[in-house]
């Protein structure tokens, strides 16, 4: 309520009931100055609270519930990119009090690290998408938080690959372990397989694969706007609703042609999944959440790939 509606009403509550009290207070007493006084003060201060109370401004409740960025679900790639397009159009110049917004770029193809610095045009990144395009074979997503473009990428790749080296052989002994029922030895061909597909990641990882394809930025809307116009940027999805990286979801499209949006991988889901190995050596612990880029961080950017996505890798049960 705004002040001039709250004293109306105070007037039409205080005012007769005060208008009352004064007229009594009229008859000669004793204590008809200390009365009076005693009155007044308390008509201010009800009137003070109130105005208080209604000029107050209202507390804004903490958001902490994780943005999702990217393709939804059930809608069609075409329509996202699209409607990321009227998005980035209609980004406002203006910036806001907490900077520059944070933006999902995806590329028309996937691209080796090294080619990143002239496609991004030098934008700050804080992380990178990656995934092997194996023809056929549904290979693993990996979100790489970064700080230098290409440095940090290259570098993210050899941790993966030396996670998918751990995984094949851990893959080549339950192969080899496999005895029993028949049931048991169609399990075999499943991890023979799964170890195959960990050492074909391995090994594109280890020569700087062209396996980059979206990267999350910060720039201002100018910017996005350039960086949307630039040869092997297939759109930007502008998202001034994140806050922080580590409470956002992005779910970019694959390089490839789909009908659907289908972000966790490409190429068809094997029919049997035998369970998850356990490593002979353990992978590395995830790192913490990706840092904003130029952010002081204790840790290196990449010493922990996330793994964002099943792979053609079994997962439990």
């Known amino acids: 309520m705004r002040v001039d509606g709250l004293l109306r009403k105070l007037d039409e509550t205080l005012v007769p009931p005060l208008g009352r009290l004064l007229d009594r207070l009229r008859r000669p007493t004793g204590h008809t100055g200390l009365v009076t006084a005693v009155a007044l ?54 910036a806001s009090g907490d900077g520059p917004p944070y933006a999902l770029v ?39 938080p970064v700080h230098q473009v290409p440095d940090d990428v290259v570098a993210g790749m050899l941790l993966f690959a030396e996670r998918k080296e751990r995984e094949a052989h851990d893959y080549q002994e339950r192969a080899a372990e496999v005895t029993g029922t028949r049931d048991e030895e169609r399990l075999r061909p499943v991890y023979e397989t799964a170890a195959q597909v960990a050492i074909a990641e391995a090994t594109a990882y280890r020569t700087h694969c062209s396996c980059v394809y979206a990267a999350v930025l910060r720039a201002g809307a100018p910017d996005l706007k ?29 390089p490839e042609p789909h009908p659907a949006a289908d972000p966790a991988g490409a ?31 204790g840790e290196p950017a990449t010493a922990a790939p996330t793994e964002a996505a099943p792979t053609v890798s079994p997962e439990p049960g």
């Open 41 to 94: 003060a308390s008509a201010t201060a009800v009137m003070v609270t109130a105005v208080w109370v209604a000029e107050r401004p209202k507390e804004t409740p903490t958001d902490t519930e994780v943005v999702r960025v990217g393709v939804p679900d059930g809608e069609s790639v075409p329509t996202y990119l699209a409607e990321s397009r009227r998005e980035l159009d209609a980004l406002s110049a203006k």
């Open 226 to 254: 350039r960086l949307a116009a630039r040869p092997g940027v297939r759109a930007v999805d502008p998202a001034p609703e994140v806050r922080a990286l580590d409470r956002a979801v992005f779910l970019p499209p694959l």
């Open 267 to 297: 190429g068809p889901t094997p029919t049997a999944r035998p369970p998850e190995p356990t490593p002979s050596a353990a992978p590395p612990e995830p790192g913490p959440p990706s840092p904003e880029p130029g952010a002081p961080t």
């Open 106 to 144: 995806m590329f028309s193809a996937y691209l080796a690290p090294d080619r990143l610095p002239t496609v991004l045009g030098g934008a700050p990144v804080a992380e990178v998408f990656t995934r092997v395009p194996l023809p056929g074979m549904q290979t693993q997503i990996a979100r790489m």
